[in-house]
T-cell receptor, first 113, second 112 residues
Framework: NAGVTQTPKFRILKIGQSMTLQCTQD?????MYWYRQDPGMGLKLIYY???????DKGEVPNGYNVSRSTTEDFPLRLELAAPSQTSVYFC????????????FGQGTRLTVV | AQKVTQAQTEISVVEKEDVTLDCVYE???????LFWYKQPPSGELVFLIR??????QNEISGRYSWNFQKSTSSFNFTITASQVVDSAVYFC?????????FGKGTSLLVTP
């Protein structure tokens, strides 16, 4: 089972460039999330979605955009990359109930120079 | 606001020692869920346990055990007879609306 798949695994961007981090899950989960992990800071929620066509901001949404056109896919868009967006990004999914754990992708390590 | 506090930033123990990782949470909800995840040096996030607010029974799984106390809003994690393979960052999390709210993590180093 693939679970949650993120691509790419690594990326170096120049300041001002844009890119999309891809995330897809094959578990038919309703909820999907994007987190960023900075050293010593835990995971901070960027955006989340409770179903196709529905997205909402998390704790740190500035500089990012998302869309959820299908249940499976939840891409994260960086429009104008900044050094502050250097981080490890995790996508996660969860069935549509509160009492379930989230399943995480392998992460994308992004460096903005 | 929901908040998860892991006051221990780093812990270092020698193999075979027992170690407890602390987690304190804040919530106004009467129904909530708590989780522990492990992040080994390879970077992936591995789910360890889930606990709901109605179940205060302690849980044991091999060398791992969890102590949930609503009176102190704590959900602590103990590793008995630690091993080098336990070296990782451990995160405590709580459901916050539709998402999970994570603590900052505790980095555990187990040396031979």
């Amino acid at each position: 089972n693939a679970g949650v798949t993120q691509t790419p695994k690594f990326r170096i961007l120049k300041i001002g460039q844009s890119m999309t981090l891809q995330c897809t899950q094959d578990m038919n989960h309703n909820y999907m999330y994007w987190y960023r992990q900075d050293p010593g800071m835990g995971l901070k929620l960027i955006y989340y979605s409770v179903g196709a066509g529905i997205t909402d901001k998390g704790e740190v949404p500035n500089g990012y955009n998302v869309s959820r056109s299908t249940t499976e896919d939840f891409p994260l868009r960086l429009e104008l990359a900044a050094p502050s967006q250097t981080s490890v990004y995790f996508c996660a999914s969860r069935p549509g109930t509160m009492n379930t754990e989230a399943f995480f992708g392998q992460g994308t390590r992004l460096t903005v120079v | 606001a929901q908040k998860v506090t892991q006051a221990q930033t780093e812990i270092s123990v020698v193999e075979k020692e027992d170690v407890t990782l602390d987690c304190v949470y804040e919530t106004r909800d009467t129904t909530y869920y708590l989780f522990w995840y492990k992040q080994p040096p390879s970077g992936e996030l591995v789910f360890l346990i889930r606990r709901n607010s109605f179940d205060e029974q302690n849980e044991i799984s091999g060398r791992y055990s969890w102590n949930f106390q609503k009176s102190t809003s704590s959900f602590n994690f103990t590793i008995t007879a630690s091993q080098v393979v336990d070296s990782a960052v451990y995160f405590c999390a709580q459901n916050s609306g539709y998402a999970l709210n994570f603590g900052k993590g505790t980095s555990l180093l187990v040396t031979p």
